[in-house]
């Protein structure tokens, strides 16, 4: 789970916003909590401190990515190097952010399962206007190329270039980023 920016299209951490009777952060913890993962990661970054003394990471591995603002793809390079040093048996990593707070247990269990049958692809999720992107599942093959990510375009590149191993899951129901307060209010309406 990613939630390392700064959120500076908002002027404050997004992860904290109010969702349901909980944070967006901490929905999305509950969210990955009902499916069943060998390993459950957070990357934080901005804002660290008062993240982490607000929500409830259970069981989940809570790290700081202290370049956070080197982008996501530096925090996606970051959890990698994590696993590939301190948890060398994970052989696939689902990767995930913290603002699309739709995306739900059924969707992550439908990709775990696309990527069962089909373990060297990368399951993604397809977007609006045929784009690629997170949730998505990697298998340890990617691993070397996810750790020199350092940009702002998460995996995104990967996924183009890896294009034809990718099967990609109808997610355009479940994809809402919150970038703005606009975003946020617009969705919170929606679903609360």
Not at 13 to 32: E, Y
Request: hydrophobic residues 40%; proline residues 3%; contains cysteine.
């Amino acid at each position: 789970m990613l939630a390392a920016g700064n959120s500076s299209r908002l002027g404050f951490p997004k992860q904290l916003l109010k969702w349901k009777d909980t944070t967006l952060l901490q929905h999305v913890i509950n969210t990955v909590n009902e499916v069943e993962l060998d390993e459950k990661i957070l990357v934080l970054g901005a804002h660290f401190e008062n993240i982490k003394s607000n929500i409830d990471a259970g069981e989940t591995i809570v790290l700081c990515n202290e370049n956070w603002n080197k982008g996501l793809g530096h925090s996606i390079a970051f959890g990698i190097k994590y696993i590939m040093e301190s948890l060398p048996n994970i052989e696939n990593v689902l990767i995930m952010l913290a603002d699309q707070p739709l995306i739900d247990s059924n969707f992550l269990n439908e990709m775990m399962e696309t990527h069962q049958l089909n373990p060297n692809n990368i399951i993604c999720t397809l977007y609006k206007n045929n784009k690629l992107g997170v949730p998505a599942i990697f298998n340890k093959i990617y691993f070397e190329e996810l750790s020199q990510l350092n940009h702002d375009k998460g995996a995104r590149d990967l996924l183009k270039k890896y294009y034809n191993e990718v099967i990609s899951l109808n997610g355009m129901s479940v994809i809402r980023d919150i970038d703005t307060q606009e975003d946020y209010e617009e969705l919170y309406k929606r679903y609360h």
